[in-house]
């Protein structure tokens, strides 16, 4: 490479059907656009993927755990004619695979088939309550399709990433979306946040507390260090009296003073704490 020569452009791109991330080189003489399709080299073999954006250091810093690999070229006609084929594909050998799970009786459920991009291995995703011993479905299934074949078992979360569409707000689901990794949420987040507790409207496809209430919980958590916490005594114009409640985003207190009156107050009406 010459002094004048600029390094290849890396590109973060989304790929594989657990939507990894990661920084992929493209040829100097390629033309990548946001949005197109890409065949890429990654340590499972060649697969296909969906380009991000250039991968600049900010971008790769949001990455917790980046794939890494090349970019081979901007999908033409044929590529996208096969990954057609290969979507086709996978529906017969989740029928096939599900076939053989019961012949060889085992307690699995496939979710999910992907059929690697250039035929190097093909991943069942299974739910199973405990570990499972497929040596035996393996090697059916290496005999079935002539290829690596790979299992992997997932939670309830990983099977709302692979399968779910829509949430209870219209949009996507963020698991399958933007998301990179599955953060912790817990009820706590829920009863700061004031959610309802009904567990049928805080839990998402997976089943489990919304991934959304993780989103916020930082926000929630600066604001209410800002404001007196419940059972300090605070004065104001109106008098001295204790705090019975937050309303942490509108900054708001809810006041009894000592003569009895309740009054919802600004945040900055308190001029000091006892």
Known sequence: MTPNTAPPTPYLVRHGSMRFVGAFTAP???TVRRGDVAIL???RGLESGE????????ALAAIPEPTRGDLVRVATVEDRAKIAHIAQLQKQQYEIGTKLVNQHRLVMQIVDVEYIFGGERLVFYFLAEGRVDFRELVKSMAREFHTRIELRQIGVRDEAKLLADYGDCGKPVCCNTHMVVMPPVSMRMAKLQKSTLDPTKISGRCGRLKCCLRFEQDVYEEFQKELPPIGARVVTEKGQGKVLAQEILARRLLV??????RLPIAADEVLTRL
């Open 28 to 30: 100097e003489s390629a």
């Open 41 to 43: 080299r990654t340590e």
């Open 51 to 58: 380009v991000l954006c250039p991968a600049t250091p900010q």
């Open 256 to 261: 009894e003073f000592e003569d009895g009156r």
